[in-house]
């Protein structure tokens, strides 16, 4: 996962409450070097989250809010973010 430095503090302790900034950008990259993939990217802005579905260049396939990305989303435990992996 890649996350920018306006989402960085907020990713790296994600609690239930916690509430991304305006300018916050997660996204996870396909990855270049085998040809195929699709990557996924989200950015906060004005208070929304829009989602972005990348090609193996970093181009945008698809944006705002599709459907499969704001529906999985809108059942994250935190602003609409999953977040990182935790320890047992």
Same mark, same amino acid.
């Given at each position: 996962?890649?996350?920018?430095?306006?989402?960085?503090?907020? =990713?790296?302790?994600?609690?239930?409450?916690?509430?991304?900034?305006?300018?916050?950008?997660?996204?996870?990259?396909?990855?270049?070097?085998?040809?195929?993939?699709?990557? =996924?990217?989200?950015?906060?802005?004005?208070?929304?989250?829009? =989602?972005?579905?990348?090609?193996?260049?970093?181009?945008? /396939?698809?944006?705002?809010?599709?459907? /499969?990305?704001?529906?999985?989303?809108?059942?994250?435990?935190?602003?609409?973010?999953?977040?990182?992996?935790?320890?047992?």
């Amino acid at each position: 996962m890649h996350v920018n430095d306006a989402a960085r503090l907020a =990713y790296s302790a994600l609690v239930s409450d916690t509430v991304f900034p305006d300018g916050s950008v997660l996204a996870e990259l396909p990855h270049a070097g085998t040809g195929a993939g699709v990557g =996924y990217a989200m950015r906060k802005e004005a208070g929304q989250w829009s =989602y972005f579905q990348l090609d193996v260049h970093g181009g945008v /396939l698809a944006n705002g809010a599709p459907s /499969l990305c704001a529906g999985c989303h809108a059942q994250a435990p935190a602003d609409r973010v999953f977040g990182p992996p935790r320890e047992p």
